[in-house]
């Protein structure tokens, strides 16, 4: 059985070369074409990791952090409504410390994180410290963006 | 021990890659064995995808676990150790279902089986066993021919495909080289690549409602 996976394996990798250094858009782009539709994608891993928490919870556990982080990284954009202002710009600094090392890794980044960020200065819910904080980020985010474009 | 940290890893990125990654794994199952093997696993690629994710993320989960020897904690790192945990999950799976799954050794030439039952049949174990054996070459360009008689309506994909099974063409050959082949461009090749791997995302995802309808033999 492990030399018939280990083929189908070989198979796939071959099949597949031309998968490889997908931007987020081509990756949905293929996804819907395979039957799968990305927003339910993101839904269903933010339900699925909400549940442990809930899981942990009933259980008198503590979630750790790294579970937090993707249950912040996969919500609804609608949720930053109901969010406290401290809590939508610890959102935003994550957003952007996961536009930083995409960038750096060579993912494309999100326009929709971007837009983001840009909607809470326009309705001025953070302090002028954390625009200026968001705007050194951004500014560094676009710096890699172009220096890995460039190179 | 340090708590893992997560902040630099795109988990989102993740599951899709492993979902389009399980995609060509199933498909490949697919070209080898015919799709009566999928509907004996019970389950899809896009569940297997995300079961793997979710017991990364579960800290109750001890089968899956970041370790300091798989490296930094990159979105590339992340996706290269759960596509090992996937290959193992799908290779226990395709044990634990190996005597009740049966492989239909000679299905109709347009990949459907037949109704009457005259099929020969035999169990994924003893097929996997076969592939190894003296006939497998047969065995392989049999299964091959049933996923290329599904590219009958466009030529140039059916080529560029028998060309990509071909197992003398391993290691892979280059996109000269088959532009050589093939009498045509290099862009050429490159373009009808991407219009083959969406044809196969099609046929992958045909399979693998197949595979979630359940039922134990194809």
């Given at each position: ?30 996804l819907k ?15 699925g ?31 930053f ?12 600094r ?5 536009m ?9 980044t ?25 705007d ?16 | ?28 199952l ?15 690629p ?32 992340v ?20 005597h009740e ?20 049949r ?27 008689v ?8 059916r ?20 532009a050589?082949?093939l ?36």
């Open positions: 059985m492990e030399q018939l996976l280990a083929e189908a394996a070989a198979l796939a990798e071959r099949l597949g070369e031309s998968n490889t250094d997908l931007g987020p858009g081509e990756l949905d782009e293929l074409e395979s039957g799968h539709d990305p927003n339910v994608l993101r839904r269903q891993l933010h339900e990791a909400k549940a442990i928490a809930a899981r942990l919870g009933k259980a008198g556990k503590p979630a750790p952090q790294y579970l937090m982080q993707v249950i912040g990284a996969t919500a609804p954009l609608g949720e409504a109901v969010m406290s202002k401290k809590a939508a710009v610890e959102r935003l994550e957003l952007f410390r996961g930083a090392s995409a960038a750096a890794a060579g993912i494309a999100s326009s929709e994180m971007m837009a983001v960020s840009r909607a809470h200065r326009k309705k001025s819910q953070i302090s002028d410290h954390d625009a200026q904080l968001l050194k980020l951004e500014a560094e985010l676009r710096s890699r963006a172009t220096t890995k474009k460039k190179g | 021990m340090a708590e893992l940290d997560l902040s630099g890893v795109d988990v989102e990125y993740v599951l899709k890659k492993l979902i389009l990654h399980a995609n060509r794994l199933f498909l490949a697919v070209g080898l064995a015919g799709s009566g093997v999928l509907p004996g696993l019970g389950v899809g896009k569940d297997l995808a995300m079961q793997t994710v979710l017991r990364f993320i579960d800290p109750e989960d001890r089968t899956v676990v970041w370790k300091k020897k798989h490296g930094a904690v990159t979105t590339e790192g996706l290269r150790y759960l596509r090992a945990v996937l290959h193992h999950d799908l290779l226990d799976l395709l044990r634990l279902k190996a799954t049966t492989v239909v050794l000679d299905p109709h030439p347009d990949g459907q089986e037949q109704e009457d039952g005259t099929q020969r035999m169990s994924l174990d003893d097929f996997a066993s076969a592939l190894e054996g003296p006939d497998g070459r047969v065995i392989r360009e049999e299964r091959h021919a049933q996923l290329l599904r590219m009958a309506n466009e030529p140039e994909l080529d560029l495909l028998a060309l990509q099974l071909d197992p003398d063409g391993y290691p892979a050959r280059t996109n000269q080289e088959l050589q082949i009498g045509i461009s290099v862009s050429e090749v490159e373009n009808h690549k991407k219009r083959l791997n969406r044809r196969l995302l099609g046929i992958s995802r045909e399979a693998s409602e197949d595979s979630t309808k359940g039922g134990g033999c194809g």
